[in-house]
């Protein structure tokens, strides 16, 4: 049972701020865990703490049960994968991926088994006489990988490995990671700073920001439901439209309005957390998604309809992004892939307000 837990963690390097402050994380054992966030966010140094390449300055690490803060790195039994793979020129795929095995007087015939296993789960067995420099980026990758497969260690953590491929060959091998781990089930930690990659490989996400854990939930969860105005513009892609405005009270209905052409009705479940705003500033949020084209939405509610200005159309094959503008603000719309609005014309949106996000403009935090 390889659980990881980090208690009240902190780093900071010699007279410098805290890098990672005060992170508090439980993995659970088999569980794919991505740990998100901007450069410099201290995700790597939170691996590193992790792998006892780091020393933490505060808190305690625990793997498997077992305090391992005094723990030297070599027996952490973790193996981890680095963005620069970090393989040796001079020695084979064979010998890369055994040399671990090898240090640690494996028999020879067990080392041979587990590198053959290793590299036919990675579709490398017919380039293990290779060395580095005459293998593409994509097969050093997955020599990297395999060197840590043949472990056979209580945890995986992978630190952006894939960063240095091209966009088609990150998200096969995105994909082939994913596969990796539903096949070994074994407790795995990925740093990146792609959200997609985020999204579609974690059982769970921990987003990051200035060294501290924002959110850590199911990637759906966190979507759907974003802590704060952070987590809200990092995890989807466009990201999340936001508008500054007000709230506004006519009729006894409440209507987000942004000073310029969006006024739109706010749904009553939301009127009671909405209320303390009441002719206050807020800050409203909704997803491109979220918002269609009123030529192509059978029943609009003209509450929640806006004629804004259409300043340009990207078509990306199975969708459209709308580029728009309110007078005060741009925003984006993904709409259906044959969706063709005039350019530099007004057009007809609706706002899906049950699906509208709003958020506390000073402190930035989640109202609904
Ligand atoms: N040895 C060091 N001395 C001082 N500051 C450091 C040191 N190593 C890292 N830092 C700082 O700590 C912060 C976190 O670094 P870290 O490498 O963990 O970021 P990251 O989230 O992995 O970023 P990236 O996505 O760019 O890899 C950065 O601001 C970095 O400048
Ligand atoms: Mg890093």
């Known amino acids: 049972m390889a659980q990881v837990s980090l208690k009240n963690v902190s780093k900071a390097y010699k007279g410098g701020v805290k890098v990672v402050n005060s992170v508090n994380l439980g993995i659970e054992n088999k569980e794919f865990l991505v740990l998100v966030g901007p450069s410099g966010c201290g995700k790597s140094t939170t691996l590193r703490i992790i792998a006892g390449l780091e020393e933490a300055s505060e808190g305690d690490v625990y793997i498997a049960d077992k305090k ?41 015939s067990e080392i041979t088994r587990r ?68 096949r070994l089930q074994t407790t795995m930690i990925y740093v990146t700073h792609d959200q997609v990659e985020a999204m579609t490989m974690g059982d769970r996400i921990a987003v990051m920001k200035d060294g501290l854990i924002h959110q850590i939930d199911t990637p759906m969860n966190i979507y759907d439901h974003p802590k704060n105005k952070f987590v809200a513009s990092f995890i989807g892609s466009p990201p999340m439209n936001f508008m500054d405005g007000r709230i506004i009270k006519k009729d006894s209905k409440l209507y987000f309005d942004d000073g310029s052409r969006i006024k739109v009705k706010i749904v ?3 009127f009671p957390k909405l209320m303390p705003y009441l002719d206050g500033e807020i800050t409203f949020g909704i997803r491109a998604e979220d918002i269609y084209d009123k030529l192509f939405v059978s029943v609009a509610p003209p509450e929640n309809v806006v004629r804004v200005h259409c300043e340009v159309f990207e078509p990306m094959g199975s969708e459209v992004y709308l580029y728009l503008n309110s007078g005060k603000h741009t925003f984006i719309a993904r709409v259906g892939a044959h969706d ?17 996000h709003f958020f506390d403009k000073n402190t930035e935090e989640t109202i609904i």
């Open 68 to 108: 391992v803060n005094d723990v030297p790195a070599k027996d952490r039994d973790v193996a981890m994968v680095f963005q620069t793979y970090a393989l040796y020129p001079h020695m084979s795929a064979f010998e890369n991926m055994s040399f671990g095995l090898r240090l640690r007087k494996y028999p020879k």
């Open 115 to 182: 590198v053959n296993e290793a590299a036919d789960v990675l579709g490398i067995r017919h380039l293990l006489g290779r060395r580095p420099a005459e293998l593409s980026g994509g097969e050093r990758q997955r020599v990297a990988v395999g060197r840590a497969i043949v472990r056979k260690p209580l945890v995986f953590l992978f630190d952006e490995p894939l960063s240095n491929l091209d966009a088609k060959l990150r998200v096969q091998m995105r994909t082939e990671i994913h596969k990796l781990h539903i």
């Open 268 to 270: 009553e479940e939301m």
């Open 340 to 356: 063709r609005p005039q350019i530099n014309q007004d057009i007809d949106l609706v706002f899906d307000m049950s699906k509208v």
